[in-house]
């Protein structure tokens, strides 16, 4: 679906599965699905692990086993089609410095535009009831990100390995997070990096700054590789750093540590296939 008007003032495409029972009457809760660019959820040679499989697949193989029902899948990009600049949930500091982004309003893009576009265009449980979230690697912490900007619009929400900043206080992100000083974070938090603009996309901090009756009601599905495969292989110390956060104020995640994990797309489906039914246990009561 393209949405020729956007927040990014351009046109912003974003991709839309429906279950085949669809053409019957009724509404769907919808889970959206990121990453980076687009179609990286969609696309079975992503990387060499994936042996060909995506998550269509993965969603299709659990519902003919009757592990899920008929939901909506909804695949969003939240940076630049080429995949140069990274998807990060928020409204970038310095997008002029990212060709190809737009006015960078990618939070604005999600909540204004994505998802009144979804809820207008399908048949979808258009509530906080019916929606769900999940993500690998940056895609986690878009998922999470969104999830801590409006509990109230969703559900639940997994991710698998994200690249969460580090929270050092309540009120930042730790100076020497290696991530925050990438290059590719110029255009999203300006040259030098404004430190609220980087606190304000943290969800570690978000939940720690909010109330613990919002991340009660959520169901989390937060996974991350092993110790074993710091630091180039799992996000492992930033997983664990935020799921100690989020149960010390008022949140309980259902997931955890995957042993065997590895920070590729093989590991990041069967995440898809152990949050699935979890997602759908949560949205189930919004089917209608």
């Not at 008007?5 to 839309?16: C, H, I, M, R």
């Not at 535009?113 to 019916?130: C, E, H, K, L, M």
């Not at 940056?138 to 619009?153: D, E, M, V, Y």
């Amino acid at each position: 679906m393209t949405l020729p008007k956007t927040s990014l003032g351009t046109a912003k495409t974003f991709k839309v599965y429906l279950p085949a029972g669809y053409v019957s009457t009724g509404r769907y809760p919808v889970l959206y699905l990121f990453r980076g660019t687009v179609d990286e959820w969609l696309n079975p040679t992503q990387d060499e692990s994936r042996q060909g499989r995506n998550a269509v697949s993965i969603y299709e193989g659990l519902a003919k086993q009757k592990a899920v029902g008929e939901m909506i899948l909804v695949f969003v990009g939240l940076g630049s089609d080429d995949g140069q600049w990274p998807g990060i949930l928020s409204n970038w500091v310095s997008p002029a410095l990212a060709p190809g982004v737009g006015t960078g309003r990618f939070a604005s893009y999600l909540f204004d535009d994505v998802i009144p576009a979804v809820d207008s265009r399908y048949r979808t449980v258009a509530n906080g009831q019916g929606r769900a979230l999940d993500g690998f690697s940056l895609g986690g912490w878009a998922a999470l990100q969104a999830a801590t900007l409006q509990p109230a619009s969703f559900a639940s929400v997994g991710a698998y390995d994200g690249t969460f900043p580090l929270a050092g206080s309540r009120d930042q992100v730790k100076a020497d997070d290696g991530v925050i000083k990438a290059p590719f974070m110029d255009a999203v938090f300006g040259r030098p990096r404004q430190a609220g603009a980087v606190a304000a996309t943290s969800p570690a901090n978000r939940i720690w700054q909010g109330e613990s009756s919002q991340w009660k009601r959520l169901c989390w599905l937060i996974e991350y590789g092993p110790e074993a495969a710091e630091p180039s292989d799992a996000n492992f110390y930033r997983g664990e750093s935020l799921v100690q956060i989020l149960a010390a104020h008022g949140g309980e995640n259902q997931l955890g540590v995957r042993p065997e994990g590895r920070h590729n797309w093989w590991t990041a489906d069967e995440h898809l296939k152990t949050s699935l039914p979890r997602h759908w246990e949560a949205l189930r009561g919004s089917r209608k």
